[in-house]
């Protein structure tokens, strides 16, 4: 059980496209669902945390209106990264948890995002 | 403010070479401690989850472990595809934040 499933797995695409990644919880409901951005060789780096029905909230130096965080439903978070530019390439993991902050994160298999 | 640092940063080993990884953490309450293993290229994969302190779970060849103040994962007879980067986090009771903290993570390699 606890499968999150994120799509895509791998985007390349022009600078200034618009790109939209989805998460999904696949067999539970997910509260809470977190999105990171991932350096080569480097930790995860909490971007924002979302909540269903409520705004994102995003971490210090995250522009909110250049990485948009929907949760519209207890099984559904997108980031839509508007407007990407070659700084904005990275390795993008969503993470989903149930409604109690003692249970752990499920993550997502990521998403390798290119911008040339 | 909540702290979590893992050492050793990288570990190789032999295989059949058992060996411990630490996560030290400070936190004001704690809520679960969580290890995680991430492949390169995917997102981490859930392993264990520690409440409180003296309290033990295994998986295959993995255990962890908990006191007060720090958490070690024993990895027993390592295969190469136990090679990963395990990663620590704490999740805290206290000033309301219900974001878990993540330290840097160790990089496990296993030759054969």
């Known amino acids: 059980g606890a499968v999150v499933s994120q799509h895509p797995s791998r985007v390349i695409c022009k600078s200034g496209t618009s790109v939209k990644i989805e998460c999904r919880s696949l067999d539970f409901q997910a509260t809470t669902m977190f999105w990171y951005r991932q350096f080569p060789k480097q930790s995860l780096m909490l971007m924002a945390t979302?909540?269903?029905?409520?705004?994102?909230?995003?971490e210090q130096g995250v522009e909110k209106d250049k990485f948009l965080i929907n949760h519209a439903s207890l099984t559904l978070s997108t980031l839509t990264v508007t407007s990407a530019h070659p700084e904005d390439s990275s390795f993008y993991i969503c993470s989903a948890r149930r409604h109690r902050e003692s249970q752990p994160q499920h993550f997502g298999d990521g998403t390798r995002l290119s911008i040339l | 403010e909540d702290q979590v640092t893992q050492s050793p940063e990288a570990l190789r080993l032999q295989e059949g070479e058992s060996s411990s990884l630490n996560c030290s953490y400070t936190v004001s309450g704690l809520r679960g401690l969580f290890w995680y293993r991430q492949d390169p290229g995917k997102g981490p994969e859930f392993l264990f989850t520690l409440y409180s302190a003296g309290e033990e779970k295994e998986k295959e060849r993995l255990k962890a472990t908990l006191t007060k103040k720090e958490s070690f994962l024993h990895i027993t007879a390592p295969k190469p595809e136990d090679s990963a980067t395990y990663l620590c986090a704490v999740q805290a009771s206290s000033g309301g934040s219900y974001i878990p903290t993540f330290g840097r993570g160790t990089s496990l390699i296993v030759h054969p």
């Open positions: 979302s909540n269903e029905g409520s705004k994102a909230t995003y």
